[in-house]
């Protein structure tokens, strides 16, 4: 079945600066690729999703990159703002449950 | 509109204890899953509901697991003889059509076993 591997687990910018979180996947049947934050206390909350046929997409601060070949996906976030700091969870379609990574908290320093 | 609904927010248990968890998904919405998260851990997948297919077990660790979908809406999560291993977050998602279209999470139960 699907395994999703995620990195860092943890990560601290200062804000401002960009972060960036990196997923790999292992079934190269999966075309859905979508990336929640969490907050403490809160359910997961879907920020952005790529499908397979697409390598970038891009929503204001938030971006995300697929490379098929390779089978990673990465989430790109700019300007980052203390708000930002949360627990991010990268997630791949197997194929209609979602397998997800181990989670990355980031922390944003004003 | 409201979102998906949980309860109880939390759920204290004594070892060997059944409980009852219960999701309301969004109106409408013929695809509701339910997940696992352990302190510090990722989601981990349970079960699967598309409108009046058989659900997706898949991921129920023991037969101790077990859940419903009446009516095609809400969702009961059945624990029994709970263990100290399954104090856990339960995260409940529902989706407009599954397949790959967005999940959308409750807030979850905090259950916790002694």
């Known amino acids: 079945g699907e395994n999703v591997e995620q990195h860092p687990s943890t990560l601290s910018v200062q804000e401002g600066d960009s972060a960036v979180i990196k997923c790999t996947y292992s079934d190269s049947a999966s075309n859905y690729f979508p990336w929640y934050k969490q907050e403490l206390g809160k359910g997961p909350q879907l920020i952005i999703d790529?499908?397979?046929?697409?390598g970038e997409k891009k929503d204001q601060r938030i971006a995300v990159t697929l490379n098929k070949t390779a089978k990673h996906f990465s989430l790109h976030i700019t300007e980052t703002q203390p708000e930002d700091s949360a627990v991010y969870f990268c997630?791949?379609?197997?194929?209609?449950?979602?397998?997800f990574g181990t989670g990355t908290r980031l922390q944003v320093f004003p | 509109g409201a979102g998906v609904s949980q309860s109880p927010s939390n759920k204290v248990t004594e070892k060997g204890k059944d409980v009852e968890l219960r999701c309301d998904p969004i109106s409408g919405h013929t695809a509701l899953y339910w997940y696992r998260q352990s302190l510090g851990q990722g989601l981990e997948f349970l079960i699967y509901?598309?409108?009046?297919?058989?659900?997706?077990k898949s991921g129920l660790p023991s037969d101790r697991f077990s859940a419903e979908r009446t009516g095609g809406s809400v969702s009961t999560l059945t624990i029994q003889r709970t263990q100290q291993e399954d104090s856990a977050v339960y995260l409940c998602?529902?989706?407009?059509?599954?397949?790959?279209?967005?999940?959308?999470f409750g807030p979850g139960t905090r259950l916790l076993v002694l």
């Open positions: 790529i499908r397979s046929n697409v």
């Open positions: 998602a529902s989706s407009l059509r599954g397949g790959q279209g967005t999940q959308y």
């Open positions: 997630a791949a379609s197997n194929p209609d449950k979602l397998i």
């Open positions: 509901f598309q409108g009046n297919s058989a659900p997706d």
